[in-house]
């Protein structure tokens, strides 16, 4: 089965400060791509950052970046200075053979 | 670029009644996608079209639902003889051409059905 787990359902980090969210899937395939999806209150979902399982340099968008261990099936993600604006939910998903398989969520809070 | 659109945006009715519901992707893209997210939950895969298409189906997708997408453009999803545990967040999104497992998804507001 295909599938991703988010082990943490809420999180909280200071303004500025470093906050790392973590994820882990499940797939018998070996080509995929992985991605973090963010969801504000009441508003749609736009992509924070994607990666190729194939590429092993971890992709870095801005104040994301992510820690890809493909071996251990591993997809965290790192949002450095955090922002009021990044509390969100945050959703890890990935393309195996089927499109986006999604994670549980974790809800950050960012507070001033 | 006007972004993924979907009407309603919430929709209340009573068990045993139709619904549809309506998206409208990026003008340019030619897949699109449904999901449901219930509350609590990451959103689940129901089906999707590449243009008037329709690919894919999950096994979540009984045949009380059906979607359509005439001409490739917009598409409906319409659940028949809604039941209690229809109630949840029905999300459209789309895509550009290329394949489904590389291409970045745009996701639209929703679709929030509470069935009563």
């Known amino acids: 089965a295909q599938t991703v787990t988010q082990s943490q359902p809420e999180m909280s980090v200071q303004e500025a400060e470093t906050v790392t969210l973590s994820c882990t899937y499940d797939?018998?395939?070996?080509?995929?791509?992985l991605f973090w999806y963010k969801q504000p209150p009441s508003r749609q979902m736009i992509l924070v950052i994607r990666?190729?399982?194939?590429?092993?340099q971890n992709a870095t968008e801005n104040r994301f970046s992510v820690n890809f261990q493909k071996a251990a099936k591993s997809f965290s993600l790192k949002i450095s200075d955090s922002q009021l604006g990044d509390t969100a939910m945050y959703f890890c998903?990935?393309?195996?053979?089927?499109?986006?398989?999604f994670g549980k969520g974790t809800r950050l809070s960012v507070i001033a | 670029d006007t972004g993924v659109s979907q009407d309603p945006r919430h929709k209340i009715t009573k068990r045993g009644q139709n619904v549809t519901f309506r998206c409208d992707p990026i003008s340019e893209h030619n897949r699109l996608y449904w999901y449901r997210q219930t509350l609590g939950q990451g959103p689940e895969f129901l089906t999707y079209f590449q243009n008037e298409a329709q690919l894919e189906k999950s096994r979540l997708l009984s045949d009380r639902f059906s979607a359509e997408r005439p001409k490739g453009s917009f598409s409906t999803l319409e659940i028949q003889r809604t039941e209690q545990g229809d109630s949840a967040m029905y999300l459209c999104?789309?895509?550009?051409?290329?394949?489904?497992?590389?291409?970045?998804?745009?996701f639209g507001p929703g679709t929030r059905l509470t069935v009563l």
């Open positions: 998903a990935f393309t195996p053979n089927t499109p986006l398989v």
């Open positions: 999104a789309s895509s550009p051409s290329g394949s489904w497992s590389t291409d970045t998804q745009y």
């Open positions: 797939t018998s395939e070996n080509n995929y791509y």
């Open positions: 990666q190729e399982a194939y590429k092993q």
